[in-house]
């Protein structure tokens, strides 16, 4: 069974400083996703990680994938009060179009 | 135009009850699924139709049981509602086969919420 963490499972930080948040996922995966989802609101797609290696970036956040290491991050820069939300990634581990999610990190950001 | 949505955005209903929950995408995807997101905030995937042809069935009691009548619709039927049955459920829908690039759009949620 594929298993998928993201630590923390809480994060709350200033306006201003950087963090990361870490998924890591139990099999071989080179399709990953991110998604952002506000307080009563949906599922916002942010970046689609398809290879070893794969670096994408919008605006103050930048992912990243190691399938050999079967880890993502998700970076933030100089984050800002807009940035809070509750963050997922998603593994499809068999290619079969079967997303398993992440735990999500509910990221706080304090003026 | 909303891409996928669902009906209705909130329901309120009581134990032993049967209710649906509709689902549309205007994506011309040909694969929907249903997930369920629990008070903690897990989300875990229920079903998926391809083609109006059930591929994931995951461990689901069989009081949930989903229709598709075409490609653009899945619906979700549940008899005899537990209040462990409250949770948010979200619609997706994804166009599969195409190459490299397989993102899932997900619908507003339904909050169903059993007394």
């Known amino acids: 069974e594929l298993k998928v963490e993201q630590n923390p499972l809480f994060l709350s930080m200033q306006e201003g400083k950087n963090y990361t948040i870490y998924c890591n996922y139990s099999t071989t995966s080179d399709r990953l996703y991110w998604y952002r989802q506000d307080p009563g609101k949906s599922l916002e797609s942010l970046f689609v990680?398809?290879?070893?290696?794969a670096v994408k970036q919008e605006g103050r956040l930048m992912a990243s994938l190691d399938t050999k290491a079967r880890l993502s991050t998700l970076h933030i820069t100089a984050a800002v009060h807009d940035l809070s939300a509750t963050y997922f990634c998603a593994v499809d581990g068999f290619g079969n179009e079967k997303l398993t999610f992440g735990t999500g990190t509910r990221l706080t950001i304090i003026p | 135009d909303t891409a996928v949505s669902q009906t209705p955005k909130y329901l309120v209903t009581q134990m032993g009850n049967d209710k649906s929950i509709k689902c549309e995408q205007n994506l011309g995807h040909d694969t929907m699924y249903w997930y369920k997101q629990d008070s903690k905030k897990f989300l875990k995937i229920m079903f998926s139709?391809?083609?109006?042809?059930?591929?994931i069935n995951e461990t689901v009691p069989n009081r949930f049981s989903p229709k598709s009548p075409d490609k653009a619709h899945l619906n979700l039927h549940i008899n005899s509602l537990e209040l462990g049955d409250s949770a948010v459920y979200f619609c997706a829908s994804l166009q599969s086969g195409t190459s490299g690039f397989y993102e899932q759009y997900f619908g507003p949620g339904t909050r169903l919420t059993v007394t």
């Open positions: 139709y391809n083609n109006k042809e059930l591929i």
């Open positions: 990680l398809l290879s070893n290696g």
